[in-house]
Structures are given as structure tokens and as C-alpha cells.
């Protein structure tokens, strides 16, 4: 099995963890879930975090295959049409995107020429469909429950998980959102811990649980069998299912959602703007 370099950037404000995915004998790359900068108060955006993905890559001297979003994010803004513009590479999302875009699409009342196909992004995964890093294999692999298009991404011997599993300490990511399923998320990550044992488990957030003092964001397959709080081996789908259920209700709507959703299903591009030239985000009122 082939190893990729990996690197992870984290982002204290949103909890956010971007990774750049290197194969080291050819400097190929894949940049998995990057950020935006987003200032909610003022509107404002800024780069800061996507510029210090580019220095690293230029400094390495790494080539863009793939810029890949595991999913719609409803936590933060995409940075993938800002380092596509920067550095190259496809954008990629899972097929199933059109679902989310549907849904979204309604409720945000979107422009009458907005297609709801996925078009907006340069490929769309499908289950199983595997690509190239270099000399590395990746294989998307559909894994839904936190969203209908969740998407795991296997790179040699590392998993990108997207929302899907957190730290064993911390679980597993909600399902309430449109569209979510417990039961679905639950079959998802048996299928995850289908993978070897020793298979790197990469994650998108880390919200340092009480008892723990560092931030982390990666684990193996092995350690989230024998550890996960939610979905260790043991715990019966039934059992997880109410568990998540009764969770999920207590959750509160994530502070960055409605910007970011608006934002990410259009493949990291702000809405159209306006005859004044300024570009606008929604907030539908007593619809989430």
C-alpha cells in the first residue's frame, strides 16, 4: 500500500481541518476540504488560511490533481474555486450532490438558471470510482448519513472522512441536517471499518472534548473499532441510531451554516451580484 505525505492545516475559529494529500515520489497532490475565511458580522472573507495552503505547496513544490470537498459544508465556506484559480486542479464532489442542491435550492429560492446537476464543480465521484494522485491510488467511496452526498476518500493507506467520524473521544457527526439518516451513517462507517485496521483515518473537525488537551484530527480504523464513544464494535445499530437521534435534538444550528451552504453548493462561488454590484447571501426566516 502506497503512503501518502499528509499535511493538516487547522483552523481554531470554525474547528476546521483542511488536508493536502502529496504522493512523494511524483509531487502530485490533492487538497481536501479547504477553507474560506468568513467574517459572519461583517460579511467580510478573507484567504488567510487558503494562502497558507498555497505557500505550502509551493514551497514543496507540489502539483494540484484534485481539489475535493467530501461534502456540502454547513460549518465553513470552501476555499476551492479560490485555489483552483491559484494553483490548478479539478474540483471534485460526490455525484449525489444534486440532492443536497435540490433541497438548498428551495429553500434559498436560487436563481431561475442555477442547475441543480452538480455542474458548478469540474467532476462528480461516483461509488467505488477510483483516480490518481501520482503513483497513488484514490477510490471515492459513498459513505451518507451526516448528508445524503458524503463522500470518503481512500489515498493509499489514509481515509478522508469528511464530517463523517470524529476523534474517538469526541464520535460521530450529527444527522439532522436535510437529508441526514442515522441508520445510513451508522452502515457508512461499518463500511469505513471494513477497511485494514492500520488504515490512517484523517477528520474535518476536532472540538477537544473535555479531558483532552490538544487538538487532533487523526486516527486509524483499528483505534476508532476498539474506541469510538458512538460506534465502537459492540454497539448494535439500533442503539446508535436512538443515541444519535436523541443527540442531534439537543444540537443547535451551526453558527456558519446559512452563509456556507449558500456558498458551497455552488461549488465555493458566491451568488450572482445584484444590480448594484454587490453579492448577497439569504437568511430564510423560520425555514431551518
Not at 4 to 20: A, E, I
Not at 47 to 58: E, F, G, K, L, M
Not at 61 to 86: F, N, R
Not at 142 to 163: W, Y
Request: aromatic share 8%.
Amino acid at each position: 500500500m502506497r503512503v501518502p505525505d499528509v499535511t493538516s492545516f487547522f483552523d481554531r475559529t470554525t474547528n476546521n481541518v483542511s488536508h493536502v494529500a502529496a504522493d512523494p515520489e511524483t509531487g502530485q497532490c490533492a487538497i481536501i476540504d479547504p477553507l474560506l475565511d468568513y467574517d459572519q458580522a461583517s460579511g467580510r472573507t478573507s484567504t488567510r488560511s487558503a494562502d497558507a495552503i498555497i505557500d505550502h505547496v509551493r514551497t514543496r513544490g507540489l502539483s494540484i490533481a484534485w481539489i475535493i470537498d467530501t461534502h456540502i459544508h454547513a460549518d465553513h465556506v470552501s476555499a476551492g474555486q479560490y485555489l483552483k484559480a491559484k494553483l490548478g486542479g479539478g474540483l471534485g464532489i460526490g455525484e449525489r450532490i444534486s440532492a443536497i442542491q435540490t433541497v438548498f435550492g428551495k429553500i434559498f429560492n436560487v436563481e431561475a438558471d442555477f442547475r441543480l446537476d452538480g455542474s458548478q464543480f469540474d467532476h462528480l465521484f461516483s461509488d467505488g470510482e477510483t483516480y490518481r494522485i501520482g503513483n497513488i491510488e484514490g477510490r471515492a467511496l459513498h459513505t451518507p448519513g451526516h448528508t445524503p452526498a458524503c463522500m470518503t476518500h481512500l489515498i493509499g493507506d489514509a481515509a478522508f472522512v469528511g464530517d463523517t467520524l470524529f476523534m474517538p473521544d469526541y464520535g460521530t457527526a450529527r444527522c439532522d441536517f436535510p437529508g441526514g439518516d442515522a441508520r445510513a451513517l451508522y452502515r457508512s462507517i461499518r463500511r469505513i471499518f471494513e477497511l485494514p485496521d492500520d488504515t490512517r483515518i484523517f477528520l474535518n473537525h476536532d472540538y477537544l472534548p473535555v479531558g483532552r488537551d490538544e487538538f487532533c484530527w487523526e486516527s486509524t480504523v483499528g483505534q476508532q473499532r476498539r474506541e469510538n464513544i458512538h460506534i465502537r464494535d459492540g454497539i448494535s445499530e439500533e442503539d446508535f441510531v436512538t443515541m444519535r437521534t436523541e443527540r442531534d435534538a439537543s444540537l443547535a444550528t451551526p453558527r456558519l451554516m446559512i452563509p456556507s451552504v449558500q456558498v458551497n453548493m455552488r461549488a465555493g462561488k458566491f451568488p450572482p451580484a445584484e444590480s448594484n454590484g454587490i453579492r448577497y447571501l439569504k437568511v430564510p426566516v423560520d425555514a431551518l
